[in-house]
């Protein structure tokens, strides 16, 4: 079956310091992967979208500058939160598809819990 | 303004009832609607999902209703267990943006 896998499961960083976190998608192509992000009390911010030999769409309100993400092949992706600041703080969760099948099923990973301090 | 709006907030229903969690979306473009829900410290999951060409999709005890010219949508969970208990979240996506649009949830509780 389609697994996605993520990880840390949970960081902690100082304020100012840069955390990245990483997706792995094991049994389908993740031709597609969108990052988001849920905040206490908030539902799920799409971040931005990423299709390999695509370029990476951001939402309003996020950057590449702030959330640089790597999406160099069909099983991985990667996205840094750099400078982290308690705004910061939430759920990440990549969710990846497989865009070029009749799947419309975004599978997420397991998310990774960002606390700054 | 929030594209696709979730109620009620919160639901309570004892086991065996019906719980019905409403849905409604703004863009006319949206064509493919999953319902996710997640269990506290865990991600979401896949529960059910439907497209506009059907108006209700069932599976088991969940149900999708779905009115497109109204732009709404409900789900409904007949013979509510206990370990229904969790925050569902339905969503909406068009082929174009490939993203997919959350509401803000609907945290239901199922008493034995």
């Known amino acids: 079956g389609a697994l996605v896998y993520q990880y840390p499961r949970r960081t902690i960083c100082k304020s100012g310091t840069s955390m990245r976190m990483e997706c792995q998608a094991v049994?389908?192509?993740?031709?597609?992967v969108a990052w988001y992000r849920q905040s206490p009390q908030k539902t799920f911010e799409l971040i931005a979208l990423s299709t390999v030999n695509s370029a990476i769409k951001y939402e309003q309100n996020f950057t590449q500058e702030k959330f640089p993400i790597s999406h160099p092949n069909l099983s991985f992706s990667s996205m840094t939160v750099l400078n982290a600041y308690l705004e910061d703080r939430g759920l990440y969760l990549c969710?990846?598809?497989?865009?070029?099948?009749?799947?419309?099923?975004?599978?997420f990973g397991s998310g990774t819990r960002l606390t700054v301090l | 303004q929030q594209q696709v709006r979730q109620s009620p907030q919160s639901l309570t229903v004892w086991e065996g009832e019906t719980a019905i969690l409403n849905c409604s979306y703004e863009d006319s473009t949206f064509d493919y609607f999953p319902w996710y829900w997640q269990f506290p410290r865990e991600s979401p999951a896949l529960l059910i999902a439907?497209?506009?060409?059907?108006n209700k999709k069932e599976d088991g005890r969940f149900t999708i209703f779905f009115n497109k010219r109204e732009k709404k949508l409900s789900l409904h969970i007949t013979d509510s267990q206990p370990g229904d208990s969790a925050t569902y979240f339905c969503?909406?996506?068009?082929?174009?943006?490939?993203?997919?649009?959350f509401g803000l949830g609907t945290r239901v509780s199922v008493f034995p």
């Open positions: 969503a909406a996506q068009n082929n174009y943006a490939q993203g997919l649009t």
């Open positions: 049994g389908f192509q993740a031709t597609s």
């Open positions: 439907i497209r506009p060409v059907s």
């Open positions: 969710g990846a598809r497989d865009w070029g099948s009749s799947a419309e099923t975004l599978y």
